[in-house]
């Protein structure tokens, strides 16, 4: 029993087929499930544990150990804003503190209609464009609480409009 689709199931066997070790897969069958069921439910963890003969308690280690990875579902737009040193210096802590505010949810919670979810994170690598802020897999860059506003704006709409962003293809 699979919670995975049938195109993915096969981008699993050619993952696996790809490394000398069917192990190294792993992480990037996490990923790629995450993408498709939002996150990691057990029926995911075992269906991967199976899959490479792994045990589910091995899986969840890996899963613990990557901030990306999640256990619980996200919003469709799940928001990670660096408050790391570069971004830090730049007004990283007052964006964080605007999503709150605007979005009306805390770090690590999602907003009560699914579409945001918002989280404090460590350096995302653009700290030569800092601050920055990483929802699902889109940058922005050299951040302000107003331009933030209007990025925030453009995906609520994105979601009225029934659209998700920053897929994989
Ligand atoms: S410190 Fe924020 S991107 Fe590096």
């Given amino acids: 029993m699979t919670p995975f689709s049938q195109s993915l199931e096969q981008k699993f066997q050619e ?13 990037p069958m996490l990923i790629y499930g995450q993408d498709e069921l ?12 199976e899959l490479l003969d792994e045990s589910e308690m091995a899986v969840r280690e890996v899963i613990g150990y990557y901030s990306m990875l999640r256990l619980q579902p996200a919003g469709t737009y799940h928001v990670q804003v660096c408050t790391n040193i570069s ?26 209609d699914g579409v945001f979810s918002l989280e404090e994170v460590e350096c995302i690598g653009a700290c030569s464009w800092a601050p920055a ?6 940058f922005h860059q050299e951040l302000t609480p107003e331009r933030l506003d209007q990025i925030l704006d453009a995906y609520q709409q994105r979601a009225g409009a029934g ?3 920053g897929e994989r293809a």
């Fill in 133 to 138: 802020v990483q929802v699902n897999y889109d």
């Fill in 38 to 49: 939002g996150y990691l439910p057990p029926a995911a963890i075992a269906r991967i544990a």
């Fill in 87 to 112: 971004c830090l210096l730049r007004g990283g802590d007052e964006l964080m503190e605007h999503c709150q505010h605007r979005l009306g949810i805390g770090n690590r919670e999602t907003t009560k």
């Fill in 15 to 27: 993952l696996m087929a790809r490394y000398p070790a069917r192990r190294s897969a792993l992480v």
């Fill in 163 to 165: 659209e998700r962003a």
